[in-house]
């Protein structure tokens, strides 16, 4: 047993030492033409699996930094994304804010600006701003936006107050046509609409596309604010009044920030607005 | 079963060793395998086996055919007769005993090759191949093993010794 254990020892080791001795001993071409011959194939098959084997890792890695990649970049994108509706959203404050302070500057009376931090959109129309008692706003201070009326102020707390929506179905607020100067009121709807009521049948002539402004009676709201333009005018014929509903000027479904107007003046402010004529 | 083992180990070091490589450093795979064969199968496997796999690897990296047949020859040969008497099973001896092996592999491979006027300095050699190869080859032989001993107990079968 041990002698065929060494003996195989020994013929390994001669056949290694014999493959050596042949090769540099420049025979070994010979020899080593022989090895080829058997190894040859062998390589080839050997570098075939090889290349595979190695093809397949390499592939799987690539797949897997490639993957790994795609995830980071869609993180990345992602990120990008959310940046960028932020710069947008406080581009489009800025701009709000821009016009806002324009308008302050140029009304010919006292002013507070606040941010609308809530709203009611069931039966009653109203928002909520942050603006309260403790800077001294009033009941039935109007509220603006750049582009015209809002609402009034119908309940004042301490740090907020609630402005009532032209488009509340228990807003009225006393107006003119710019155009014409016929009076009326407007009146807010349960869907959401306003509309120009009590007009005298008799001169009135007014026209689809007519800038409906406040006519500054009653003292609530200075002369000249813009509500809104005509959008279609409703004749009964044998009625008295006719009425016309209107589109409001401003968007109160997107405001986001309100004047309070705590001053008066007796001053017609149509001309402060920035009314597409 | 033994020949596919030996030649896979043979082929691994090609195939297998470069996606283990840590830096330049690859793994001498058929070395762990030898030495594992030697242990359980004795001096006969693991000087055949030895000299398979050192002669597929002369064969496939194209340099002095022979010597790492040789050299594994020896390193086979010599585990298989004092298998009986190692205690391997833990990684403690392990590390170690598969880092020595592999310097005394390396360090045999030189000694062969300078008799055929090989042309490499011994420092550089051991340094930068030999001996990191040889302290991969001990953490790697452990987790083989460790993985073998740990399959070998969840099968109920005989532990590694």
């Given at each position: 047993m041990?002698i065929?254990?060494f003996?195989?020892?020994?013929?390994?080791?001669?056949v290694c030492?014999?493959l050596l001795?042949?090769q540099t001993?420049g025979e070994?071409?010979t020899a080593?033409q022989?090895v080829?011959f058997v190894?040859?194939?062998?390589?080839?098959?050997l570098?075939?699996?090889?290349?595979s084997?190695v093809g397949?890792?390499?592939?799987?890695?690539?797949w897997?930094?490639?993957?790994a990649?795609?995830?980071?970049l869609?993180?990345?994108?992602?990120e990008?994304?959310?940046?960028?509706?932020?710069?947008r959203?406080v581009e489009?404050e800025?701009?709000?804010?821009?016009?806002l302070l324009a308008?302050?500057?140029?009304?010919?009376?006292?002013?507070?600006?606040g941010?609308v931090?809530?709203?009611?959109?069931?039966w009653?129309?109203?928002l909520v701003?942050?603006r309260?008692r403790?800077d001294?706003?009033?009941?039935?201070?109007?509220?603006?936006?750049p582009e015209?009326l809002?609402g009034?102020?119908v309940e004042?707390?301490s740090?907020?107050?609630i402005?009532?929506?032209?488009t509340d179905?228990?807003?009225?607020?006393?107006a003119t046509?710019?155009?014409t100067?016929?009076?009326?009121?407007?009146e807010?709807?349960?869907?959401?609409?306003t509309r120009f009521k009590?007009?005298?049948?008799?001169g009135?002539?007014i026209?689809?596309?007519?800038?409906?402004?406040?006519?500054?009676?009653g003292?609530?709201?200075?002369?000249?604010?813009p509500?809104g333009r005509v959008?279609?005018i409703f004749?009964?014929g044998?009625?008295?009044?006719h009425?016309?509903t209107l589109?409001p000027v401003?968007?109160?479904?997107r405001?986001?920030e309100?004047?309070?107007l705590?001053?008066?003046?007796?001053q017609d402010l149509?001309?402060?607005?920035?009314?597409?004529? | 079963?033994?020949a596919l083992?030996?030649?896979?180990g043979?082929?691994?070091?090609?195939t297998?060793a470069?996606?283990?490589r840590?830096?330049n450093?690859?793994?001498d795979?058929?070395l762990?395998?030898v030495?594992?064969?030697a242990?359980r199968?004795g001096?006969?496997?693991?000087?055949?086996?030895?000299?398979?796999?050192?002669f597929l690897?002369d064969?496939?990296a194209?340099?002095?055919?022979?010597a790492?047949?040789?050299t594994?020859?020896?390193i086979?040969?010599?585990i298989g007769?004092?298998?009986?008497?190692?205690?391997?099973r833990e990684?403690l001896?392990?590390i170690p005993?598969?880092?020595?092996l592999?310097?005394?592999?390396g360090l045999?491979?030189y000694?062969?090759?300078?008799?055929f006027?090989f042309?490499g300095?011994f420092?550089?050699?051991?340094?930068?191949?030999?001996?990191?190869q040889?302290?991969y080859n001990g953490?790697?032989g452990a987790v083989?093993v460790l993985?073998?001993?740990?399959?070998?107990r969840?099968?109920?079968?005989?532990?590694w010794r």
């Open positions: 041990r065929r254990q003996g195989l020892l020994v013929a390994a080791l001669g030492l014999l001795t042949l001993r070994g071409t080593g022989l080829g190894t040859t194939p062998l390589q080839t098959v570098t075939k699996v090889n290349r084997a397949v890792w390499a592939t799987y890695l690539d897997k930094n490639v993957r990649e795609n995830h980071r869609r993180a990345e994108v992602e990008r994304q959310v940046e960028s509706l932020r710069a959203d489009a800025n701009g709000r804010l821009r016009r308008l302050r500057d140029r009304l010919p009376l006292a002013t507070i600006a941010e931090i809530g709203r009611e959109w069931g009653a129309r109203s701003v942050n309260g403790a001294s706003v009033l009941r039935m201070t109007p509220a603006i936006a015209g809002v009034r102020v004042v707390r740090g907020a107050s402005v009532q929506l032209l179905p228990a807003s009225t607020v006393s046509v710019e155009r100067r016929t009076t009326g009121i407007v807010g709807e349960p869907r959401g609409t009590y007009m005298a049948r008799d009135a002539a026209q689809v596309g007519d800038l409906i402004v406040t006519s500054g009676l003292g609530v709201f200075p002369k000249g604010i509500i959008r279609s004749d009964r044998s009625a008295l009044f009425y016309a589109t401003v968007d109160v479904a405001i986001e309100v004047l309070l705590t001053g008066q003046t007796p149509v001309a402060h607005f920035s009314t597409d004529r | 079963m033994l083992l030996i030649f896979g043979g082929l691994a070091q090609t297998l470069p996606a283990l840590i830096g450093v690859t793994p795979i058929p762990i395998l030495v594992l064969l242990l199968r001096p006969e496997v693991g000087c055949l086996s030895g000299f398979a796999t050192g690897q064969t496939a194209g340099g002095f055919i022979g790492q047949a040789l594994k020859t020896l086979g040969f010599f007769q004092l298998g009986g008497r190692l205690w391997v990684p001896v392990q005993g598969l880092v020595l592999s310097l005394a592999e045999a491979r000694l062969l090759l300078q008799v006027h042309p300095a420092g550089d050699l051991m340094l930068y191949i030999v001996l990191p040889s302290i953490f790697l083989v993985t073998l001993t740990t399959a070998e969840l099968r109920g079968g005989i532990p």
